[in-house]
């Protein structure tokens, strides 16, 4: 009987560990419409994406944050690990929205080169795009 209640708990605790955190999202690096996007639209986009990896940057030190906390609350109490995060979903989303930029960046090069003034990153990406005024 003892070790039916063992079995009980350790299966209790091993299906509430699936509800920490949140799962990612990631948007797609290539999506269906962008062969009709326009220039403005493609630089409104990569500014966005920008601003949602900020945001998902801030959700990443949180996270990070809490997980300590509950690691080192877990060291007395086994019940605070159940809260930790492992799933990275913040992580994984803004490596996408990275990509994603990426992507539209070599779009935009290619589609609207006229008058532009392009960063290129360490690994030969361009990262940023100015469109400069006439």
């Given at each position: 009987?003892?070790?039916?209640?063992?079995?009980?708990?350790?299966?209790?605790?091993?299906?509430?560990?699936?509800?920490?955190?949140?799962?990612?999202?990631?948007?797609?690096?290539?999506?269906?419409?962008?062969?009709?996007?326009?220039?403005?639209?493609?630089?409104?986009?990569?500014?966005?994406?920008k601003s949602k990896m900020?945001?998902?940057?801030?959700?990443?030190?949180?996270?990070?944050?809490?997980?300590?906390?509950?690691?080192?609350?877990?060291?007395?109490?086994?019940?605070?690990?159940?809260?930790?995060?492992?799933?990275?979903?913040?992580?994984?989303?803004?490596?996408?929205?990275?990509?994603?930029?990426?992507?539209?960046?070599?779009?935009?090069?290619?589609?609207?080169?006229?008058?532009?003034?392009?960063?290129?990153?360490?690994?030969?990406?361009?990262?940023?795009?100015?469109?400069?005024?006439?």
């Amino acid at each position: 009987m003892k070790n039916l209640n063992i079995v009980g708990v350790v299966s209790a605790l091993i299906i509430l560990t699936g509800c920490a955190g949140r799962s990612p999202d990631p948007v797609a690096i290539a999506q269906v419409g962008d062969g009709r996007i326009t220039c403005e639209q493609m630089t409104s986009e990569i500014a966005n994406n920008k601003s949602k990896m900020s945001d998902l940057s801030q959700e990443e030190n949180l996270k990070r944050g809490q997980n300590v906390a509950a690691g080192v609350a877990g060291a007395m109490l086994i019940v605070p690990l159940l809260a930790m995060d492992f799933q990275d979903a913040a992580g994984e989303e803004k490596t996408a929205l990275e990509h994603r930029n990426q992507h539209l960046s070599s779009l935009y090069v290619h589609r609207c080169n006229e008058n532009v003034q392009k960063t290129f990153s360490g690994d030969g990406q361009v990262s940023h795009i100015d469109t400069l005024q006439r």
